[in-house]
């Protein structure tokens, strides 16, 4: 803005003149004026527009923090249900953790009974194995026996079978079955037999085909004398009267 520079007026020669006259200026005092007021304006207006835009700046301020005020609380709430949430469930683990704890004890108490069960069962099994093997050595001995008499008794036994015309066989356990033959002289195939018993010591027939009224007197005489091969002479001579007798 220009500036306006003061004047030095003449009271004399102005008075002086004819018509005198002062020369105000009054344009130009106007158009300063008007400058000054147009500069407080535009001053005012910056002032209101700088005013404002702090004031919309800290309002936009306020409602961020007032935004983010809510948005941590609602953080702070979730993260409180959250914790909550936590501590139901380590509650709830610690529960499970006990049960856990007291399933293993109980499992270890069953464990230590198996085993227990499994030495006493494992003993039971040696004391079997054992009698097994005792067992397995008598029977041996018993079948080296049994064989040896067998290795013994069977020349006497194809020899008896052959003089005495029968067939002598294990039809059972412990029982003998004696079959005659050449017995009627009119049907030599016809055959006369009976089963012997010999499980216990007091020896049994059991069937004779032909029935022989004398049985109980030849059965008393074996279970004396314990002679086999003789019971089965007098069985065939026996056989051998009853023909006749018819």
Same mark, same amino acid.
């Given at each position: 803005?220009?500036?306006?520079?003061?004047?030095?007026?003449?009271?004399?020669?102005?008075?002086?003149?004819?018509?005198?006259?002062?020369?105000?200026?009054?344009? &130009?005092?106007?158009?300063?004026?008007?400058? %000054?007021?147009?500069?407080?304006?535009?001053?005012?207006?910056?002032? @209101?527009?700088?005013?404002? #835009?702090?004031?919309?700046?800290?309002? =936009?301020? +306020?409602?961020?923090?007032?935004? #983010? $005020?809510?948005? @941590? /609380?609602?953080? $702070?709430?979730?993260? +409180?249900? /959250?914790?909550?949430?936590?501590?139901?469930?380590?509650?709830?683990? /610690?529960?499970?953790?006990?049960?856990?704890?007291?399933?293993?004890?109980?499992?270890?108490?069953?464990?230590?009974?198996?085993?227990?069960?499994?030495?006493?069962?494992?003993?039971?099994?040696?004391?079997?194995? &054992?009698? $097994?093997?005792?067992? +397995?050595?008598? #029977?041996?001995?018993?079948?080296? $026996?049994?064989?040896?008499?067998?290795?013994?008794?069977?020349?006497?036994?194809? =020899?008896?079978?052959?003089?005495?015309?029968?067939?002598?066989?294990?039809?059972?356990? !412990?029982?003998?079955?004696?079959?005659?033959?050449?017995?009627?002289? *009119? !049907?030599?195939?016809?055959?006369?037999?009976?089963?012997?018993?010999?499980?216990?010591?007091?020896?049994?027939?059991?069937?004779?085909?032909?029935?022989?009224?004398? *049985?109980?007197?030849?059965?008393?005489?074996?279970?004396?004398?314990?002679?086999? %091969?003789?019971?089965?002479?007098?069985?065939?001579? &026996?056989? &051998?009267?009853?023909?006749? #007798?018819?």
């Amino acid at each position: 803005m220009p500036q306006v520079r003061p004047t030095h007026i003449d009271l004399a020669s102005i008075l002086a003149e004819p018509n005198p006259s002062v020369d105000l200026r009054l344009h &130009a005092y106007e158009a300063s004026t008007s400058n %000054f007021l147009r500069a407080v304006t535009n001053y005012a207006n910056r002032a @209101v527009a700088e005013i404002t #835009k702090h004031r919309n700046a800290q309002e =936009a301020d +306020k409602k961020r923090l007032a935004e #983010k $005020t809510v948005a @941590v /609380k609602a953080e $702070t709430n979730q993260c +409180k249900v /959250k914790e909550i949430e936590l501590l139901a469930v380590m509650e709830r683990e /610690k529960e499970e953790v006990r049960e856990a704890e007291t399933s293993i004890t109980a499992l270890k108490r069953q464990l230590a009974s198996i085993r227990e069960t499994c030495q006493s069962v494992d003993a039971e099994i040696e004391q079997y194995r &054992a009698l $097994t093997a005792n067992l +397995k050595r008598e #029977k041996d001995r018993e079948r080296q $026996t049994l064989e040896m008499h067998a290795a013994q008794t069977g020349p006497e036994l194809n =020899a008896c079978e052959t003089r005495l015309r029968c067939h002598i066989e294990g039809i059972e356990k !412990d029982r003998l079955l004696i079959r005659f033959t050449h017995i009627d002289k *009119l !049907d030599i195939d016809c055959e006369f037999s009976f089963v012997l018993d010999v499980a216990s010591s007091s020896n049994q027939v059991i069937t004779t085909t032909p029935p022989l009224p004398n *049985l109980p007197i030849l059965l008393n005489e074996l279970n004396e004398t314990r002679d086999i %091969f003789h019971f089965i002479r007098s069985m065939r001579s &026996a056989f &051998a009267q009853l023909v006749e #007798k018819h």
